[in-house]
């Protein structure tokens, strides 16, 4: 009797299919996702599966490669994309904006306007947290800040974006953070009970698409770049890339915000640390 064995491919189990899908979302957007991510990889997912009538990670990972799936690709990665933000998130980086980078950018710089990047800048609250500590600075110091500020927010979500540019928060997130006093100084209430920020903060920020794996020179040369909350999504090789490549748009003696949980290592030729008590920020050498 003559024995055959079955040389033909096994079929990918869902093991195989998480690390292909994985491998899709870390070259789509520098995402690192760990081994044990598949719950939420599925209920994220689960919508756009049965819309695109596929069953198995596999099958949306084979969609996913097709020319024609730009949009389909563009989906995926914004329902990927943790788009959680407060405003004034942790307090001492927006502190030390305004005790710190703010005086000594006007004491350098009397008529220029600082340029700040707010990178990965979700639904907003981030950059329009900054407009409000230039607008204080300014009450508080006349005089200074002449130039006032110029702010560039990115994400490479642009459903969140369209929510940022709109500038328009319920009740629910206008709490997060956003003291009565600010909100009553800085936006004004609309008829369905939500917050719109004042158009004199709106026009200092422009917002753009922009993948951090992108090249950055088309957004200038910035003087501060908070990027907070992001790099911990990405491998280690991938942040020192984004580090190093942020040094290059970032003038000399500017500004590099991280967040809390972030550090900054293995660029000791690109940054210096300064200590602020609390917090720390990385000057640019």
Same mark, same amino acid.
């Given at each position: 009797?003559?024995?055959? /064995? ?50 198995? /990670? ?43 980078? /703010? ?35 300014? %009450? ?14 990115? *994400? ?66 910035? *003087? ?20 190093? %490549?942020? %040094? ?7 500004? /590099? ?29």
């Amino acid at each position: 009797m003559v024995t055959r /064995l079955n040389t033909s491919p096994r079929p990918p189990g869902a093991a195989d299919e998480y690390q292909q899908f994985k491998a899709f979302l870390q070259e789509a957007c520098g995402i690192l996702l760990g081994d044990n991510k598949q719950y939420l990889v599925k209920s994220r997912l689960r919508k756009i599966m049965e819309e695109q009538n596929v069953d198995s /990670l596999g099958q949306l990972v084979q969609e996913l490669k097709k020319i024609s799936s730009k949009a389909l690709k563009e989906t995926v990665v914004d329902a990927m994309t943790t788009n959680e933000t407060l405003w004034f998130r942790d307090n001492h980086p927006f502190r030390i904006l305004s005790d710190i980078i /703010l005086p000594e950018f006007s004491e350098k710089n009397s008529m220029k306007p600082a340029r700040i990047w707010s990178a990965a800048c979700s639904t907003g609250q981030e950059p329009y947290s900054m407009t409000m500590i230039a607008d204080e600075f300014k %009450r508080k110091n006349p005089g200074k800040l002449r130039g006032g500020v110029q702010i560039v927010a990115t *994400d490479i979500s642009q459903t969140v974006l369209e929510n940022a540019k709109s500038g328009e928060y319920e009740m629910l997130a206008i709490g997060r953070g956003l003291s009565k006093d600010r909100l009553n100084a800085y936006f004004s209430e609309l008829d369905t009970g939500a917050w719109k920020i004042k158009p004199e903060l709106r026009r200092l920020i422009d917002f753009r698409l922009l993948n951090l794996l992108d090249r950055y020179s088309v957004l200038g040369k910035f *003087d501060v770049i908070f990027c907070r909350n992001v790099l911990i999504y990405f491998s280690a090789e991938l942040k020192l890339d984004i580090l190093s %490549r942020m %040094r290059q748009v970032l003038n000399p003696g500017g500004y /590099l915000v991280l967040g809390a949980s972030e550090s900054l290592n293995g660029l000791s030729d690109k940054y210096e640390m300064v200590q602020c008590r609390p917090g720390i920020i990385y000057r640019a050498i």
